[in-house]
């Protein structure tokens, strides 16, 4: 019963963690057809930008954490303006701003290694002391996490369906010509859902450092999980993807537990390749409109 | 566009494919006799598996339209096959290096199989995370297999790796110029590696491809199965690639975890990004051409991954056809140019 608790506990901080870091990628993804490849640098920026603020210059903790978001989704405007935009109406727009951002990505992270350098660095936004629910510790760091990713998905689940952005954003999605020629100015969509995006990437990050440290790289394995994630839910899914992500953090605690973390990720991997040929499109994708 | 100008502008692009490929090789011959500096001679040897792996890549990701990112994790395969069975079974290189090939070859076409019935972006995700796990499991192994003098050995080296596994022999044959046989068996598997790239992009596969981007319905009702040829451009390409990883892992004597780095699948990618992709000489262009740019960024040592990353971003979006396209829309127009609609 303890363990299961404990499962249960971690599986779901895991799966807040992944969610917010999906949401980022799903939303440029569903807006733009874009794969963000930089945004586990976005992550790992993130999580530098709110220890510089906090441990170097001494600010609130509150403070830091609106710097790393100011810093991303800056950092992510910039994206959309020096690659995507340009190659908006290219043909092969996916595979080009896959690669594009694939190097925009490897610069983010090297030029965060030169600032910073390559020793792990511990989050100092981090709570101490925990809840204990029987035998079971949680520590509160952890119910902040959940309490601040199901908070940001509330918020966001609001901006998308009632604000004026939110129904700019879907509609854009649904159809870019269509929502062009109602008047949506299109671009300046697309790079606000970036700099959200960028956002996002820094709370994300900034909670999954203060598990694990600080590292330059930090945000490869979470970002190829959180892809994994919008690929099981169907690329560009929001909702799926909240509700793949915490399926899998279960999964992920739950394998851990069971089978030891060097093949947590593997069983992840298997499970996936599973649902995609049973669904090519995701569990909640829908067929996407292709010719042949 | 009819047949007829579709196989004569084969026939006269496979002549001019001769030609300078033939060119080529003469002048690579002669590298390791002019100069005496082993460290040229080297590093056109690690050029050669570098375009060995770019020019099949390129097949996979610009003639296939797969977009695969298990590029590095097929190469890593075939050096690992080559060192597992030097070192478990003491077996002579020459046959390792071939049996690794084949091995490969299997190894891409469970991938493909799981991988290709998806699309785009789905499949450059898939294989990214099938490579990243292949290097967890190699990485993170800490079990003894074996237990040598030398220390605990596990069955996929962990992350030390392999070594002493064996060599081609040109140690005994050649004492210290060994490094030149290798020079030259480099040289043969990447012409090789080359004709067979050239025979895919003009042979009946890149019509294929060609007819199933040009019009995808009609190419399909004309019993053209993409699946079906991207499993075989996807499968066959594996050979030379493990064969060019087998040949690494012989070369330096050594395997390791760093193979699957991104660091390296940033620089190849570069190299067809910048070349060209799609292209038969454009890879080989960039790989040289990149292999010169890391000479010169070895000197700020640090950087070199900033400045690769800003030449793959620059080219995408600057000159998303690579240096090879460059040429093209400066001399003659392609002649596949009307009806050209690339990633349909």
């Known amino acids: 019963m303890d363990v299961l608790i404990q499962i249960i506990a971690s599986g779901l901080t895991l799966g807040a963690m992944y969610a917010v870091s999906t949401i980022g990628l799903a939303l440029v993804y569903g807006s733009l057809n874009m794969l963000n490849m930089a945004h586990g640098a976005l992550l790992a920026l993130g999580g530098y930008v709110c220890w510089y603020a906090m441990a170097t210059l001494g600010l609130h903790p509150l403070l830091g954490v609106a710097a790393a978001m100011i810093v991303c989704g800056a950092v992510g405007l910039v994206i959309y303006c020096a690659a995507a935009q340009p190659m908006l109406g290219s043909a092969n727009f996916e595979t080009q701003i896959f690669i594009a951002t694939i190097g925009i990505g490897a610069i983010i992270e090297n030029v965060i290694l030169r600032l910073f350098g390559p020793q792990p660095t511990p989050q100092p936004l981090n709570l101490t002391g925990a809840l204990v629910i029987g035998n079971v510790h949680i520590p509160h760091q952890n119910l902040l996490i959940l309490g601040v990713a199901l908070g940001l998905m509330a918020a966001l689940a609001l901006l998308l369906r009632h604000s004026r952005l939110g129904r700019a954003i879907r509609a854009t999605a649904q159809n870019r010509e269509a929502a062009q020629l109602m008047g949506v100015r299109v671009g300046f969509v697309y790079a606000q859902v970036l700099a959200l995006s960028g956002a996002l990437a820094a709370i994300s990050g900034i909670m999954i450092s203060s598990l694990s440290g600080l590292l330059p790289n930090m945000g490869g394995d979470p970002m190829l999980k959180a892809f994994i994630i919008c690929v099981v839910a169907g690329l560009g899914n929001v909702y799926g993807a909240v509700a793949a992500a915490i399926v899998l953090g279960l999964l992920e605690a739950a394998t851990q537990y069971v089978l030891g973390v060097r093949y947590s990720f593997a069983i992840l991997l298997l499970l996936v390749i599973a649902v995609l040929i049973w669904r090519p499109y995701g569990l909640f994708g829908r067929k996407q409109v292709v010719r042949l | ?344």
């Not at chain 2, 004492?175 to 042979?203: C, E, N, P, Q, W």
């Not at chain 2, 981007?213 to 594996?238: C, E, H, M, T």
């Not at chain 2, 040429?327 to 690339?342: F, V």
Request: proline share 4%.
């Open chain 2, 1 to 344: 566009m009819s047949i007829g100008a579709v196989s004569i502008g084969a026939a006269s692009s496979v002549r001019r494919d001769l030609i300078l490929g033939g060119v080529l090789i003469a002048l690579a011959i002669l590298v390791p006799l002019l100069t005496g500096t082993r460290y040229i001679v080297t590093q056109t040897t690690l050029f050669f598996i570098w375009a060995i792996v770019v020019t099949q890549w390129n097949l996979v990701l610009g003639v296939g339209g797969i977009f695969s990112l298990a590029q590095m994790a097929l190469f890593a395969v075939g050096a690992y096959a080559t060192a597992m069975l030097g070192y478990y079974f003491h077996m002579p290189m020459v046959l390792a290096m071939l049996l690794a090939g084949i091995a490969t070859v299997l190894v891409s076409v469970l991938i493909g199989l799981a991988c290709l019935r998806l699309r785009g972006p789905y499949v450059a995700l898939l294989t990214l995370a099938v490579a990243q796990v292949m290097y967890l499991l190699v990485a993170n192994d800490t079990e003894c297999f074996t237990n040598p003098e030398s220390g605990c050995m596990p069955l996929f080296g962990g992350i030390r790796g392999f070594t002493r596994f064996g060599d081609l022999g040109f140690r005994a044959l050649f004492g210290s110029k060994f490094y030149v046989g290798h020079y030259y068996v480099g040289l043969g598997l990447l012409a090789l590696a080359t004709a067979f790239s050239v025979a895919i992009i003009r042979g009946p596969a890149g019509l294929a491809f060609q007819a199933l981007r040009d019009n995808p319905g009609y190419a399909v009702s004309r019993g053209i199965s993409r699946f079906k040829y991207q499993l075989w451009v996807f499968g066959l390409s594996a050979f030379f690639t493990g064969l060019a990883g087998a040949f690494y892992a012989v070369n330096f004597a050594a395997v390791g975890p760093i193979v699957f780095s991104i660091s390296v699948l940033l620089f190849l990618l570069s190299m067809i990004v910048v070349g060209g992709i799609g292209t038969v000489w454009g890879p080989l262009l960039g790989a040289a051409l990149l292999m010169l740019a890391d000479e010169a960024m070895r000197e700020v040592g640090d950087w070199r991954d900033i400045g690769l990353g800003l030449i793959l971003a620059g080219f995408v979006v600057l000159l998303p056809k690579g240096l090879a396209g460059l040429r093209l829309s400066w001399g003659r127009r392609p002649s596949q140019a009307p009806g050209d609609i690339p990633g349909a």
